[in-house]
């Protein structure tokens, strides 16, 4: 029996020994252990932004509560515009229908004149009276009622299609004015969005933070303006103020510390298109609402051509605008939780200038 367990556990070992020593088998392959990886960085939306990266975010929320206050300015100003023209469409059609029940009058006068006359026209009348003296009387008389009549029913026409115009004239402006009843609410909707999302992101800041914030804004304004000022702009600066120039600046410059709120034309606060339109208004120049406005219908100047008074229009979009004062420098409303304030003309990046005076 041993020498049975001895024989079976040497054909055990050898034939172990042929598996392990066979060139067409071979063991399971496994991989060292791989290095630990790196932790994955954290996804963009928690890592924190530079403060750079957040002063440009809130200058673009609020470039773009700008643009949507210029879209409700002047939806404002065209819906005024309209209501007075409905008011005024409306007194010509209570005008108008009294004209024609005034003329009405008249025509059923002379039908009722006819009636009494046996139903005879006149004509008919004088054709058969054998009075020659009357008939030589009243001939005269003939062709002017003849023609009164004729300018009776003329004027009649008339008035009832003028009528008819001024109704429909009213039914368009008040499709108008509902249209943009509807564009200043979404404008305002949009303001409010923006200017809530710039404080939302403004209030994420520590009181130091704030404080290099704005010392971020107010050193990127500097560089544009040293780079301006560097081309030798103001060499080429000469244009003196007009008297109605200077009456514009004087009361531009009055106003120097009150604060910007969207909308406001004054007299306590002011928007950019706001403060300008205003302060050209006391210059005895009436000018549109709107930045945008301003920058399309207003003359335009070449910069070295610009003296005090003129307005300098900021951004692709003309979504900034502020008055020339000299000296390389502007007054202007600048946005919402600032004042009304002197700037570097060349402190933003200028799209051009336009001249108010005619």
């Not at 034939?15 to 991989?31: D, E, G, I, K, Q």
């Not at 609020?62 to 209501?83: F, G, I, M, P």
């Not at 050193?219 to 081309?231: F, V």
């Not at 034309?265 to 002011?270: M, V």
Request: hydrophobic share 40%.
């Amino acid at each position: 029996m041993n020498r049975r367990r001895c024989a079976t556990a040497a054909i055990t070992v050898v034939s172990a020994l042929t598996v392990l020593a066979s060139p067409m088998l071979a063991l399971p392959a496994y991989a060292a252990p791989a290095a630990p990886l790196a932790p994955e960085p954290p996804p963009a939306a928690t890592q924190k932004k530079t403060l750079e990266e957040v002063r440009k975010e809130i200058d673009a929320l609020y470039r773009k509560a700008a643009v949507a206050t210029d879209a409700y300015n002047l939806a404002e100003e065209q819906a005024k515009r309209q209501s007075a023209e409905i008011v005024e469409l409306a007194r010509m059609i209570v005008a108008g229908q009294a004209k024609i029940e005034e003329l009405k009058t008249q025509a059923g006068a002379a039908a009722r004149a006819q009636y009494r006359n046996g139903g005879l026209p006149e004509g008919a009348q004088l054709v058969l009276t054998d009075d020659p003296q009357l008939f030589l009387d009243n001939a005269g008389r003939l062709k002017e009622g003849q023609k009164a009549t004729k300018d009776l029913l003329g004027e009649l026409t008339r008035s009832q299609a003028e009528l008819t115009t001024y109704t429909k004239e009213a039914s368009d402006n008040w499709t108008k004015l509902e249209a943009n009843r509807v564009k200043q609410a979404n404008a305002k909707k949009e303001i409010n969005d923006k200017i809530a999302a710039a404080k939302k992101l403004e209030s994420t800041l520590a009181a130091e933070e704030l404080a290099r914030l704005l010392k971020l804004e107010e050193d990127a304004q500097y560089r544009s303006q040293t780079t301006w000022l560097s081309s030798g702009i103001l060499k080429e600066l000469n244009g003196t103020a007009t008297p109605q120039g200077r009456k514009a600046v004087e009361f531009a410059t009055a106003q120097i510390g009150k604060p910007y709120i969207w909308g406001a034309e004054g007299p306590g606060s002011y928007d950019c298109s706001g403060l300008t339109q205003r302060a050209w208004g006391v210059a005895g120049r009436n000018i549109p609402r709107t930045s945008q406005e301003q920058w399309r219908l207003l003359p335009r100047v070449e910069i070295k051509d610009m003296r005090p008074g003129d307005l300098i229009v900021y951004y692709r979009d003309a979504s900034h605008i502020g008055m020339y004062v000299g000296n390389g420098a502007i007054v202007h409303a600048p946005r919402p939780g600032r004042n009304v304030t002197l700037a570097g003309a060349g402190s933003m990046e200028i799209l051009g200038v336009v001249r108010p005076e005619r």
